[in-house]
């Protein structure tokens, strides 16, 4: 059976900046019969360093994936490790809302016992600091980690490799060594052109959170599952027109 998956990235980006994100899923990573659209949101945050860009990336993305199950796609993907207004549109969409940072976290958890959080710099942080609080997975945590670097969110990592993944290497070994981390989550989809490097280069498994969150939306589209409608109920009196007035409105 075939499927559509529209992927919301959480910042307002030019077709330069969705082809970056698009090279997460590379061919064959799913179904032949899958189509998956990459779409950015029309306005709001710059960075995600800051509790109000996060406040705006919860706005945004839910304007963006609103409409999804009316288009007639199967499912969302959330494109940010903040897991940005996944519980909203949960309690608005009955088809699968699938986000990084719970598929990451968990598949981390059943790979190993404690594991690390590798990013670019450590405005992040408050980002993994409420999913993770959400998602009770502190225990499982060995550590958070930053290389202090400003992330460029349109091109990410492309042309910044020899200084970047040595920099991300440095930081996922101290995690190993130095904290007790036996599992490495790239604490950003937009880190994606790092994994491979990393992968070859540690001794432990590397989490690529993108990729994991789409093969994670395949296996919930395959087995015929979706999210509890009592853990996330339909609101009774829905007002989905605010969420595009705030996103026009900017």
Same mark, same amino acid.
């Given at each position: 059976?075939?499927? /559509?998956?529209?992927?919301?990235?959480?910042?307002?980006?030019?077709?330069?900046?969705?082809?970056? /994100?698009?090279?997460?899923?590379?061919?064959?990573?799913?179904?032949?019969?899958?189509?998956?659209?990459?779409? #950015?949101?029309?306005? *709001? #945050?710059?960075? *995600?360093?800051?509790?109000?860009?996060?406040?705006?990336?919860?706005?945004?993305?839910?304007?963006?994936?609103?409409?999804?199950?009316?288009?007639?796609?199967?499912?969302?993907?959330?494109?940010?490790?903040?897991?940005?207004?996944?519980?909203?549109? /949960?309690?608005?969409?009955?088809?699968?809302?699938?986000?990084?940072?719970?598929?990451?976290?968990?598949?981390? #958890?059943?790979?190993?016992?404690?594991?690390?959080?590798?990013?670019?710099?450590?405005?992040? &942080?408050?980002?993994?600091?409420?999913?993770?609080?959400?998602?009770?997975?502190?225990?499982?945590?060995?550590?958070?980690?930053?290389?202090?670097?400003?992330?460029?969110?349109? %091109?990410?990592?492309? *042309?910044?490799?020899?200084?970047? &993944?040595?920099?991300?290497? %440095?930081?996922?070994?101290?995690?190993?060594?130095?904290?007790? #981390?036996?599992?490495?989550?790239?604490?950003?989809?937009?880190?994606? !052109?790092?994994?491979?490097?990393?992968?070859?280069?540690?001794?432990?498994?590397?989490?690529?959170?993108?990729?994991?969150?789409?093969?994670?939306? !395949?296996?919930?589209?395959?087995?015929?599952?979706?999210?509890?409608?009592?853990?996330?109920?339909?609101?009774?009196?829905?007002? &989905?027109?605010?969420?595009?007035?705030?996103?026009?409105?900017?």
């Amino acid at each position: 059976m075939s499927h /559509r998956i529209k992927v919301i990235i959480p910042i307002p980006v030019d077709a330069a900046g969705v082809a970056a /994100r698009q090279a997460q899923l590379p061919e064959g990573l799913l179904p032949p019969d899958y189509e998956v659209v990459f779409e #950015a949101v029309k306005a *709001g #945050a710059a960075l *995600g360093d800051s509790f109000h860009d996060a406040l705006l990336m919860d706005v945004s993305v839910v304007e963006a994936a609103l409409t999804a199950e009316k288009e007639g796609y199967s499912a969302v993907c959330i494109d940010t490790m903040s897991d940005s207004g996944i519980n909203a549109l /949960r309690s608005c969409l009955n088809i699968p809302v699938v986000a990084p940072g719970a598929s990451s976290f968990y598949m981390a #958890a059943n790979l190993g016992k404690k594991f690390g959080i590798v990013t670019m710099w450590d405005e992040w &942080f408050p980002l993994y600091d409420k999913t993770l609080t959400e998602y009770r997975m502190w225990d499982r945590l060995a550590c958070m980690r930053s290389i202090k670097t400003r992330p460029d969110l349109s %091109e990410l990592l492309a *042309g910044k490799e020899e200084v970047v &993944f040595n920099k991300l290497l %440095e930081e996922s070994q101290k995690a190993i060594t130095e904290d007790g #981390a036996d599992t490495i989550i790239l604490g950003s989809t937009t880190m994606h !052109q790092s994994h491979a490097f990393l992968a070859e280069r540690l001794p432990v498994p590397v989490v690529n959170p993108g990729q994991v969150t789409f093969k994670t939306c !395949q296996m919930m589209l395959e087995l015929g599952l979706t999210h509890s409608k009592k853990a996330y109920p339909a609101p009774e009196k829905p007002n &989905f027109e605010v969420y595009h007035q705030i996103v026009k409105g900017g």
